[in-house]
């Protein structure tokens, strides 16, 4: 028997492969910078990253760490709000497709490497052991957690719904599939983003995937990373609406577990709120316009969604009759609750932000909680071919008027139980000012 003796010289390779080990469990993000020397910032509620070829410059630089901190204050303020945010959002932000596709995986919080590729395919390949479109769906939005940003396979309509049709000689062609994408993913690793986008998530437009829980952002212009600011910032505010939604939908159908394309096909019925509140989370966060207006070219005001405006119902529904294409353009969902937009801002004038700000969520989650309890049950029902058990209201009233007056139905009701007797006196007043006539309400929409 040899016996080995130890001294402390001996000890060092031992403890530097130790802390090896322990550094390449952490999520890479967490120590690794980018290509462009930017590392990603991993927040309570959201990743953040700026991906590009080229170096970062100072202003982008700067602009990036405006950006966080924005988001960082957001989240206190949606905290204050009590929306519990438990999920967090991926926010990727690009000047180009030009940076490695590993940078994305870095940004992911996942290590670029083989044991990641290999957990890759398995993760997809357990999805085919599903025995119902149920499962199957739900197995889905879990795999969107944590693979966003690569494009899944595409099936046909028929396996989605009936994954027990996968079997045999077809489940050997879809595994084989997983393989060859899982062997590409490791060949691009070091390959432009813009080359391979047949397998991974890159939104030409600044959006935010509910069921990806991403954003994606483009900034088109070298240095114009502030100008986006207050965009990001709404979509960070349309990842807050739908985890208000999640408590709402937990409480109202409480034996029902909701795929998140589920909730995105019914939901439509609600763009004009989910809108609304993503812009409110923006001015809430200092910008007057809730959306960047520098790329839009020409097109009428009250497409660009000021809440600092004068406007009255009154007005923007003529507007809207003026002729067929601003009748389309105002009635749209982004823009159709423009003058409860001048409303809520003359009100935080008149009552002060916090009050407004109680108002708003407490509004918005009331809308949330007739939809689901009882709306969802009135109107009819139509399925839509977004994914499994997918079905949208048909008929549900989304006219400008019944839009404003509903809500502000929402915000009345929160008003008689929240404000005081002279906040409620600046309200009425403020109310019939921007509805006229239709105030105070007849009746409830």
């Given at each position: 028997m040899i016996r080995q003796s130890f001294s402390p010289r001996h000890l060092l390779p031992l403890l530097l492969i130790g802390l090896l080990a322990l550094f390449t469990q952490l999520p890479a993000g967490a120590e690794e910078a980018l290509d462009n020397g930017i590392k990603p910032v991993f927040g309570t509620a959201f990743n953040l990253a700026l991906f590009g070829s080229r170096a970062a410059t100072g202003d982008e630089m700067r602009s990036f760490k405006k950006l966080a901190d924005s988001l960082r204050e957001a989240e206190k303020k949606v905290a204050k709000w009590g929306i519990p945010l438990n999920r967090k959002v991926r926010i990727m932000l690009y000047t180009d497709t030009g940076f490695p596709?590993?940078?994305?995986?870095?940004?992911?919080?996942?290590?670029?490497?083989?044991?990641?590729?290999?957990?890759?395919?398995?993760?997809?390949?357990?999805?085919?052991?599903?025995?119902?479109?149920?499962?199957?769906?739900?197995?889905?939005?879990?795999?969107?957690?944590?693979?966003?940003?690569?494009?899944?396979?595409?099936l046909r309509k028929k396996y989605a719904a009936q994954p027990k049709e996968i079997k045999g000689e077809l489940l050997d062609q879809v595994l084989t599939m997983i393989k060859e994408q899982r062997a590409r993913l490791g060949k691009s690793l070091t390959m432009p983003v813009g080359e391979n986008l047949r397998d991974y998530q890159v939104f030409e437009d600044a959006a935010f995937s509910f069921p990806l829980g991403v954003i994606w952002v483009p900034v088109r212009k070298p240095g114009a990373l502030h100008r986006d600011l207050d965009t990001i910032v709404h979509e960070f505010g349309h990842h807050c609406f739908y985890q208000m939604l999640d408590g709402v939908l937990h409480k109202t159908n409480p034996k029902k577990r909701w795929t998140r394309l589920q909730i995105c096909a019914l939901t439509k019925s609600m763009l004009a709120v989910n809108e609304f509140f993503a812009d409110y989370t923006a001015v809430s966060c200092g910008y007057n316009i809730a959306i960047s207006i520098h790329n839009y070219g020409k097109l009428p005001d009250e497409f660009k969604r000021y809440f600092s405006r004068d406007r009255t119902l009154a007005e923007f529904i003529a507007d809207a009759n003026s002729n067929p294409r601003m009748k389309s353009m105002l009635e749209e969902g982004h823009n159709s609750l423009n003058p409860t937009r001048s409303f809520v801002w003359k009100l935080k004038l008149a009552i002060g932000t916090e009050a407004t700000d109680k108002l708003i969520v407490a509004a918005v989650k009331a809308n949330m909680y007739r939809f689901f309890a009882a709306d969802v049950n009135k109107y009819k029902r139509k399925a839509v071919d977004w994914g499994w058990g997918c079905f949208a209201l048909t008929d549900y009233p989304t006219d400008i008027r019944t839009e404003n007056l509903r809500f502000l139905g929402f915000l009345q009701d929160a008003a008689d139980k929240q404000l005081t007797a002279d906040q409620k006196a600046k309200f009425a007043a403020e109310a019939a000012k921007i509805y006229g006539s239709e105030y105070p309400l007849k009746a409830r929409l």
């Open positions: 596709c590993s940078n994305i995986w870095v940004a992911a919080g996942l290590t670029p490497n083989d044991a990641s590729l290999d957990q890759f395919s398995e993760d997809n390949s357990l999805l085919y052991a599903t025995v119902s479109g149920y499962e199957m769906a739900h197995q889905t939005d879990l795999l969107n957690d944590k693979w966003f940003f690569v494009n899944p396979l595409t």
